[in-house]
């Protein structure tokens, strides 16, 4: 998968993939969407960003996801 609007740059924000190189981090966006924020709301927190963004930054989370395991510890 391509990803056309996540940007990864050492020089800024410690390299941590951002969306267009807006200084918004990718996981800023989808912990905004897990803790149940709308795309109107993102929007208007983050006026640079655009539909597009918020989708993309959710595909790249899950392409990360499934590149590697991540243990779940059951509760008890």
């Known amino acids: ?31 905004m969407v897990a803790d149940g924020m709308s795309e109107a709301d993102i929007l208007r927190a983050y006026p640079d960003l655009e539909h597009e963004d918020i989708r993309e930054a959710l595909q790249y989370a899950a392409a990360a996801v499934r590149e590697r395991e991540i243990p779940i510890v059951p509760r008890p």
Not at 3 to 27: E, K, N, S, W, Y
């Open 1 to 31: 998968m391509e990803f056309r609007r996540i940007t990864v740059d050492p020089r800024q924000m410690g390299g941590v993939p951002c969306l267009r190189r807006l200084r918004i981090p990718v996981a800023t966006v989808v912990s």
